[in-house]
Structures are given as structure tokens and as C-alpha cells.
């Protein structure tokens, strides 16, 4: 029987190393792609030039991805995939930080697009499903708070960029590097694939005894190399297209709309940037836990639910084009902001076995992410047209999110998986009952 999920945040010594490795896979992620274009796009030659390598970027480290799906179950470990892909974020991310604009320079953005994506949003993200295959929804409610606190700092990084006069990125993106080397070091020498391989419970949960736990290990290892959740099967799977393009929508209007902050908050005299971001920091911190903690009492579904109400709300009260109501929008943008990044991990964990949540996950990432990167597009076409405008758009896509959320039925996840399994020849039983 499914295991009763804890809400709480004793996620043990390991669990919380793994919390600091993806803290600053996310922390790398978020500002050598979001920055150079948000705060220096002038510096670097145009926002309108940079985003189409982040767009492009992404689009490449997606196909990466899906190619890669499709080998997960066969690697006996996946860590020296995601230290690779780390290495690399971390080399080009340098040279994004100290080489001057310019060819060289773009190629470096480039590259980072590529590969920071595929490190903290994918590779961890199998890590992070394969230790907390019930909490996930908390754990990554916790790891997710990460991107508000360094939107909060954009602030303090403009003024350690331009304080001397001269533009000095090296010096605003000092800190993220040596923050994401650090976090690169903690994963080489203290995690593992599994948390059985360094002595430690799946979901730190210490009612297992060493033995059914290896055991279970075993199994499962042995299961992942034959998953039925191929990426054919995967991709014809209806309910995964009903659960994952929310979880798409919701990145592709909260990173969109976070591209072109500036723009939106300069438009309305009476707002502070500082100020604004500072609050964007404080409601997206407490959407992404409040959330995460909803996700794991209620299920993925729910809190993906909510967070695409709040996102609705935000919409409408973007379009109206008065002050206030966008003061309350950024608002509630923040909130589903937040949310957002945790339900890729958690939701391929909430409705697919652990042995087939690497594959699964493989996919549902990257589906999830090519809408994500048409985000900054989309808002950086229309916010110059009007700025209500993409929050008009926000709210359409909003609704049809809600929609394909009420269709999805985790029974008929079942239903499929029962199908695949029986005819692959593998037993049935009830380890999905209940997923909400």
C-alpha cells in the first residue's frame, strides 16, 4: 500500500545536502539565463537578441532530454550524467560572467541555456524522485523557494554590476558561481542515485529496516531497466498530456512574465522596482512551500489546480491596466510563480511507479519546458504592444489549463499502467491506488 505522506521538513543530513545541490543547480540556472537579459540585455547587445539563444537553448537541452529519457532505465547511475551536465553549466556560466559582449560571449549564453537546463531542472530532478518518491511534493516546495530569493536579489546585483560606474558583471555574478561550484562539490562527494547507497530510507523514512529496504532497492533497479513507460507509450498516453501541459503553462507565463519585469513595473509610475521585487520574493516564497505542502496532503492535481486558479485571477486583474489591479496581479503572479517549478519532480513521482518516474519524468520535463521557453517569447512580443496584454493572454491560457486539469484522472494512469505491465508480463498491484 501507498505509504501516508509527511509534511514535514526532516529530510535528514543527506536529504538536506541533496536540498543544497539543487538549491544551486536552480540558483545558476535562474541567473546566467534570466539575468543577462532581464538586468543587462543593454549591455549584451539587446533583449531582443538574447532571447532567442534562451528560447533556441532551451529547445536544444530538450531534445537532449527526450533522447536521453529513453536511456535513463539502462545507466546503472545516473550521477556522473548530472555532474557532467554541471560541469559544463558551471565552465560556460564563467565564461558568460568574464568574457566581454560579443560573439564569444553569446555562444557561452548559448551553451549555458543548453546545458544549466538539463542540469537543475532534469538530472537532479531524477535524483530528487528517486530519494523522495512521496515527499517530493514538499521537497520541492522547499528547493523551488530558491528562485524567488534570487529574483529578490536582482537588486543588489544591478548595484554590484553598475555601482563603480563601468558595468562589472563579473562582480554581480561572482557569488552564483562560487555558490553553484560549492553545490557541485556537495553532490560529488555526498550523493548518490539512491539513498539506500549511502546508508539512508527513501523519504527518510526510518520505519524501513535495512533489508526490505535493499530488497525494494533491488527490484527496482532490476524493473527500471524493462519500464513499460517507454517514450512511445508515454507520449500516447492521454492523461499524461492533461497533467503535463499545466505544468507547462504555468512555467511559460511565470518565466515570461519574469523576463520583462522591468518593462511591466516601469509602466506604472507609482511602483518601486526594488519594492515590487522585494514583495515578488516574499509571495512566491510562500507559494512555492504553502503549495508544495498542499501537493503533498491533497496530491499533484489539486495544488497544479489551485496554482492555475491563482494564475487565472492574475490574469484578469493584469488586463484591467489600473495600478492596483496589476499591484494585486504581481501578486498572485508571484504565488503561482512559486508553485510552479515543483510539479514536474512531483507529479511524475504522484502518478508513476519509482521504478518508471526516471522515464517518465525524462519526458515530462522536457514537454513541460518547451512551453516554458516560449514563455519569454510570447510576453517580450506583446508587452510592447501593451502591457496588459500578455497578462490577457495569461488568463486564456489559465483557463484552458483548468480545464485539462479537471479531465485528468490519476485512476486511468492506472488503468494504463495495469495494461502495459500485464502484457509486458510483470505483476500487478496496488502501489498506485490512492494517487491523488
Not at 523576463?259 to 520574493?281: D, N, R
Not at 503561482?336 to 515530462?364: K, L, P
Request: hydrophobic residues 50%.
Amino acid at each position: 500500500m501507498q505509504q501516508k505522506t509527511k509534511l514535514g521538513l526532516n529530510f535528514g543530513v543527506r536529504g538536506w545536502l541533496l536540498m543544497i545541490f539543487e538549491f544551486s543547480a536552480f540558483a545558476v540556472f535562474q541567473v546566467f539565463t534570466n539575468f543577462p537579459m532581464n538586468m543587462l540585455g543593454d549591455y549584451y547587445g539587446g533583449a531582443q537578441n538574447i532571447s532567442p539563444l534562451l528560447t533556441i537553448g532551451t529547445l536544444v537541452g530538450i531534445v537532449i532530454q527526450l533522447i536521453l529519457s529513453n536511456q535513463v532505465g539502462k545507466m546503472k547511475s545516473v550521477k556522473p550524467m548530472v555532474l557532467l551536465f554541471g560541469l559544463l553549466t558551471l565552465v560556460f556560466a564563467f565564461g558568460v560572467a568574464v568574457i566581454h559582449p560579443g560573439t564569444l560571449w553569446l555562444v557561452c549564453y548559448f551553451l549555458v541555456c543548453v546545458f544549466s537546463n538539463i542540469y537543475g531542472m532534469f538530472g537532479i530532478g531524477i535524483i530528487i524522485g528517486q530519494w523522495f518518491p512521496t515527499r517530493k511534493g514538499v521537497f520541492m516546495g522547499v528547493a523551488t523557494l530558491i528562485f524567488p530569493v534570487v529574483n529578490g536579489l536582482m537588486g543588489p546585483f544591478a548595484a554590484m554590476v553598475f555601482g563603480a560606474g563601468a558595468p562589472n558583471p563579473f562582480k554581480g555574478f561572482l557569488p552564483y558561481l562560487i555558490f553553484g561550484v560549492i553545490g557541485w562539490l556537495i553532490g560529488l562527494i555526498f550523493i548518490k542515485d539512491y539513498p539506500e547507497q549511502v546508508g539512508c530510507y527513501r523519504d527518510n523514512d526510518k520505519t524501513f529496516t535495512k533489508e526490505k529496504a535493499d530488497a525494494m532497492l533491488a527490484v527496482e533497479i532490476e524493473n527500471k531497466k524493462t519500464t513499460v513507460w517507454k517514450l512511445g507509450h508515454t507520449l500516447k498516453c492521454g492523461q499524461f498530456w492533461l497533467i503535463t501541459i499545466p505544468m507547462g503553462t504555468l512555467l511559460m507565463c511565470s518565466v515570461g512574465m519574469m523576463t520583462q519585469t522591468s518593462q511591466i513595473i516601469g509602466s506604472y509610475p507609482g511602483l518601486e522596482f526594488g519594492k515590487v521585487m522585494g514583495m515578488v520574493m516574499i509571495f512566491a516564497l510562500i507559494g512555492s512551500y504553502v503549495l508544495g505542502l498542499v501537493d503533498g496532503k491533497f496530491g499533484t492535481k489539486t495544488a497544479i489546480l489551485i496554482s492555475e486558479i491563482v494564475m487565472l485571477l492574475s490574469g484578469i486583474l493584469g488586463a484591467i491596466g489600473n495600478q492596483t489591479a496589476t499591484m494585486i496581479s504581481i501578486v498572485l503572479l508571484a504565488i503561482f510563480m512559486g508553485a510552479g517549478s515543483n510539479f514536474t519532480v512531483s507529479g511524475a513521482a504522484q502518478y508513476w511507479r519509482r521504478e518508471d518516474f526516471a522515464t517518465v519524468f525524462g519526458i515530462v520535463n522536457p514537454v513541460a519546458n518547451i512551453l516554458q521557453c516560449i514563455g519569454p517569447v510570447m510576453v517580450a512580443m506583446t508587452v510592447f504592444r501593451a502591457v496588459t496584454l500578455p497578462f490577457a493572454l495569461t488568463a486564456v491560457i489559465a483557463a484552458i489549463s483548468i480545464v485539462l486539469v479537471l479531465l485528468f484522472k490519476p485512476a486511468k494512469v492506472k488503468e494504463t499502467d495495469d495494461k502495459y505491465r500485464q502484457a509486458a508480463g510483470k505483476a500487478l498491484d496496488d502501489a498506485l491506488v490512492g494517487r491523488k
